[in-house]
């Protein structure tokens, strides 16, 4: 009899994981809420650590390769969001958005991170009103413009030397007294004329009418607080996991992502967490790619063996 893999999630994980499937030629269909895949590769405006590309290549081209990798291998593709994933005695049922349900025998959950949250007033409102969490997507908004940035991890300093190529004035903000990450890439934010840092702020507030025009934050040394006029504000202040669609179902570390053992397996057999939703160590493309080809190859050869 067939055995059907359902993929949840259309990023470099799931998408590794489906094509490696399909090569194995084995019955796999991805489902993807958004109407491309990519995942997060379609933020970064350049990604120059992924090998293969020795000058670099854009999130968004590289995504593109990835659809269409995807779409010649003629994997099976359901636009929608996931809503549920329960386990029965014949294997799993995957619950859609417009209420369809996929019967599997396996299921790939590779969801990804979300955004974390300001949690501050006007985070909501101003979102895609003039908040932005996409250089590459908003930065050619924002040409010779003020803005601030929130954050000071290497993400965002990658993401706010970018932005400085378009915006005349950028306001970087990050809650520690100094960055932590890579140091070449600090000292280029510093040496940059058109970056004023501030170290040991945290925002408090984003204001405006119809779009952001106010950004309020305080200084922990001072503790005073004080607003800025901005243009526009980009905020690249983490991501957090949702395992809740696999609840019950799996265990979760500290940090609450999804556990698993070297094959991506979760302790519900047949139910395999791969890329950033899992608990590992490092969160990248090429480490998502792994984790989707070894949860392929375990299934195929679940499958073999009968095991
Ligand atoms: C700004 C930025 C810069 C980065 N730069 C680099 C870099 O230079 N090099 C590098 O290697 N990595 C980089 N990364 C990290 C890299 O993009 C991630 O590690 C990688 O994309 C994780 O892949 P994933 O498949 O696990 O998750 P994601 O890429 O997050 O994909 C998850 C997918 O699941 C979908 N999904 C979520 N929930 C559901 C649901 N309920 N139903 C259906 N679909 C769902 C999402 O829409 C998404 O498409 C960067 C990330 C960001 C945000």
Redesign the pocket.
Known sequence: MKKITVV????????SAAVYLKRFSRDVTM????MM?????I??HK????LGFPEGIG?FDLASMLQKQVTDLNIPLVY????SITKNKEGFSVLLENNEVLTADFVIF????KDRLLSIPGEAEFMGKGLST??TCDAPFFKNKTIAVIGGGD?SL??TMYLSTYASKIHLFHRRDSFRGFSSLAEKIKNNPKIQIHYSCIPVAIKGNEVVNTFAYRDLKTDKEHTLTVDGIFK?TG?IP?AS?CEGLVDLDSQDFILTNSQKETRTSGLYA????SSKEL??????MN??AVAANHIHHTIITGS
């Open positions: 949840i999630g259309g990023g470099p994980a799931g998408i489902v993807e809420q958004n895949l990519g995942g997060q590769v933020i970064p990604i120059e650590n992924y999130g929608q969001t996931c809503k590779a969801v990804g991170t996409c250089a993400t990658t993401e690249f991501y949702d669609l791969v890329g950033d939703v969160r990248q493309i090429i480490t998502a984790d989707g």
